[in-house]
């Protein structure tokens, strides 16, 4: 098997990919330009900055395998080899998709350093370019730190030595998070006066990443959380920022009230509905008949703070989950996740579990509810609860596809700031605290609460964000992921133990360089 840190190093594919005028990043052109020609180049960084990007593509294709499907949230079916035994916690060092994982970070890494390296040849015009290279290294990191724990950081371009190699051992979780930090910390300052792009890192991003990084390492640094994201929070407007929200017109019943709230929650996603409301007076059925697609004059909206673009593109070369590194090609021609996409149930993972259809139901979640399950299929199960259930966030169809990854929106923002405030206790009053956390109640269509609970917020982002693959790491960092899932497991006869809320460390790392690194407890 190939060294990752050779992975790291050969083959990088140079982007000359200049700033589309389009509204959305266009990142389909690929070239083979040597760094010497590129840096000599006008625009050399702009390209290598969305080479980045462009690497960047590949991480969510199996990011909710690894995340979403060892949740509570979601299940896979028995019959597919690979996705049941990640769902049961019997995935192992060997496992193609926590390698490729691995990989796919460590490939975008590279980029980014490969800017950092040179960043001081950077013209004028184009340092923001810089900030976003250490944007997207910081980001790597978080996903590696989350997924993994104790990993190596990578902060240069590494020669194809196996003794440089030796120079960047498995670190503490608290010490990647240092680094991870101080990382979107500077990101911040080159990205100060850079335009506005969701399709970009930008500034607003950086401070509410770097908030998230604080509340996400061992021990929770609240106050610092708490001023960045107040920072935030409290210039909104002036970054652009707000919930997809319809005020309640006068004399508007519940009914349509909540399916225009629905329609505003799948306008997050770039989705369009096209149906009528319910005509039914069940409360258990949904407010919304119909069907979502994407729509990507959506997909740029307020709330969306930083995503990853994906435009369907006519191509017979796509990247998918499983390809080797060797063999993707650089191109728009891929969807972040097949499981997740209509076609996803053909291949049976991202089926709604018993417990969350416990508490995602129409009645309990009126509004998130036609957004995130197929009615349909819901509809079944309650004449038949043997049927599976699955996710209707991503309505791309198949393989390649042109849903946007939204890697984070306001919501998250919102919620990370109560949690901030809220800090240690168990509870609080606090009116900062109370009003973010009822902004996104509100937007859902739920009551208003005065005292904010540690659980409350805890049950709030598993609705809001399910799919998104944030349950498993909100559990983590909530100190509740063993109890939470110790339960599921015994429930469905599972084999979760604690060591495994993170992965292992992929076999082939240890191989490369063996006596190294060590396995995570519990494989």
């Not at 809220?422 to 269509?445: C, E, H, P, W």
Request: glycine share 6%.
């Amino acid at each position: 098997m190939k060294n990752i840190y050779k992975n790291i190093i050969v083959g990088f594919s140079f982007m000359a990919l200049l700033t589309s005028c389009e509204t959305e990043l266009d990142l389909s052109n690929p070239t083979a330009l040597s760094l010497e020609e590129l840096l000599q180049t006008d625009d050399g960084f702009i390209a290598l900055s969305n080479g980045i990007l462009d690497s960047y593509q590949k991480i969510p294709a199996n990011e909710f395998l690894l995340t979403e499907l060892r949740s509570d949230n979601v299940r896979a079916n028995s019959e597919n080899g690979n996705f049941p035994a990640i769902n049961a916690y019997n995935v192992d060092a060997n496992n193609g998709d926590v390698a490729t994982y691995y990989s796919n970070n460590m490939h975008t890494i590279k980029h980014a350093n490969t800017i950092i390296d040179n960043k001081f040849l950077a013209p004028e015009s184009q340092q923001y370019t810089v900030g976003e290279a250490y944007f997207m290294r910081a980001l790597c990191h978080f996903n590696l730190v989350r997924a993994y724990q104790n990993v190596p950081f990578i902060d240069k371009v590494l020669d194809v030595t196996e003794k440089e190699a030796l120079d960047y051992p498995q670190l503490p979780e608290a010490v990647v998070y240092e680094k991870i930090i101080d990382d979107f910390k500077t990101s911040i300052a080159y990205l100060n006066d850079a335009k506005q792009d969701r399709y970009r890192p930008s500034k607003g991003a950086a401070i509410s990443l770097a908030a998230k990084a604080y509340l996400s390492q061992p021990n929770p640094n609240y106050v610092e959380a708490e001023l960045l994201l107040a920072s935030v929070v409290e210039n909104s407007e002036a970054y652009n920022y707000d919930l997809m929200f319809t005020e309640r017109a006068a004399g508007l019943s519940d009914r349509d009230y909540y399916a225009t709230l629905a329609i505003d929650y799948g306008h997050v996603f770039g989705n369009q509905f096209s149906g009528n409301f319910s005509e039914s007076e069940l409360e258990s059925d949904p407010v919304l008949d119909g069907d979502w697609s994407n729509n990507g004059g959506l997909e740029i909206n307020d709330e969306v703070i930083f995503s990853i673009a994906y435009d369907l593109v006519s191509s017979d070369n796509y990247a998918t989950s499983d390809s080797g590194l060797g063999d993707q090609v650089e191109t728009d021609s891929e969807s972040h996740s097949f499981a997740m996409t209509l076609q996803g149930p053909s291949n049976g993972v991202n089926i709604a579990t018993l417990e969350f259809l416990e508490v995602m139901n129409p009645t309990l979640q009126p509004v998130r509810f036609p957004g995130s399950i197929l009615s349909l299929g819901y509809n079944a199960f309650l004449a038949n609860n043997t049927v599976d259930v699955f996710n209707a966030k991503y309505p791309t169809d198949g393989e390649i596809g042109d849903n946007d990854w939204i890697v984070l929106r306001y919501a998250d923002v919102l919620l990370l700031y109560a949690e901030a405030i809220l800090g240690n206790a168990y509870s609080t009053t606090d009116q900062r605290a109370i009003d973010a956390f009822n902004k996104v109640r509100l937007r859902a269509g739920l009551e208003e609460v005065v005292n904010l609970t540690k659980q409350d917020l805890l049950d709030e982002r598993r609705v809001e964000f399910v799919y998104e693959n944030q349950r498993m790491y909100d559990l983590i960092r909530f100190g509740e992921a063993d109890n939470v899932l110790s339960k599921f497991s015994t429930d469905n006869s599972l084999n979760y133990t604690s060591g495994k809320k993170y992965l292992p460390f992929p076999q082939r790392e240890r191989d490369n360089l063996p006596n190294f690194y060590k396995q995570n407890d519990g494989y």
